[in-house]
């Protein structure tokens, strides 16, 4: 059974970089047509699509963090990583990392984890 | 950019009660659409994909239709269980994707 777990700081302070890791078990990260994502949703707002990776490392990021993001991923620790810098208050939010498929969706999330920015 | 306006924001029923939620794009997505639901201090769940496939594991009372811009989540009749915030998801230019900003089944 597939498991997405989320880890990192629970607390960045503004100006630094947030940067969280995602470790999969129940199944090889470089297995099959899946991208490896980062969604985050900041308190009382929806959902939002931070960037995508494929075991390959090809990578995509929402044009919106113009730049701040980066997502990586190492298939020998089966785990992917988000980096996001020059945080702010802004950029609290529950991070969830997550598995998507083209034709069938995101259908594999962790349970989140909370990041506050505050000094 | 693709912007998804959902409506209504939040929608007040009574459980055996019908839903009908609604999701439209800015511009033609096909059918690369995908419905979520999602639940306080849990992780999202897939119910549709491709506009009007139920994932797995996902009971019959959950249907989607739709394509182009217009779209619709129909939930058959409530259980206790169904009361969430529901999201939609297009994702005609993956591996990106955009979300709604989610419509809120509360009980009446």
């Known amino acids: 059974q597939l498991q997405l777990q989320e880890s990192g700081p629970g607390l960045v302070k503004p100006s630094e970089t947030l940067s969280l890791t995602c470790t999969v078990s129940g199944d090889s990260i470089s297995s099959g047509p899946y991208y490896w994502v980062w969604i985050r949703q900041p308190p009382g707002k929806g959902l939002e699509w931070i960037a995508s990776?494929?075991?390959?490392?090809?990578?995509h990021y929402n044009p919106s963090h113009k730049g701040r993001v980066t997502i990586s991923i190492d298939t020998a620790k089966n785990q992917f990583s988000l980096r996001l810098s020059s945080v702010t208050a802004a950029d609290t939010a529950v991070y969830y990392c997550a598995r998507d498929r083209r034709i069938t969706g995101t259908t594999h999330w962790g349970q989140g984890t909370l990041v506050i920015v505050s000094s | 950019e693709i912007v998804l306006t959902q409506s209504p924001a939040t929608l007040s029923l009574s459980p055996g009660e019908r839903a009908t939620l609604s999701c439209r794009a800015s511009?033609?997505?096909?059918?690369?659409l995908a419905w979520y639901q999602h639940k306080p201090g849990q992780a999202p769940r897939l119910l549709i994909s491709d506009a009007s496939n139920r994932a797995t594991g996902i009971p019959a009372r959950f249907s989607g239709r739709g394509s182009g811009t217009d779209f619709t989540l129909t939930i058959s009749r409530l259980e206790p269980e169904d009361f969430a915030v529901y999201y939609c998801?297009?994702?005609?230019?993956?591996?990106?994707?955009?979300f709604g900003p989610g419509t809120k089944v509360d009980l009446k």
């Open positions: 990776i494929y075991h390959s490392g090809s990578s």
């Open positions: 998801q297009q994702r005609s230019n993956w591996p990106g994707f955009t």
């Open positions: 511009q033609s997505v096909s059918s690369f």
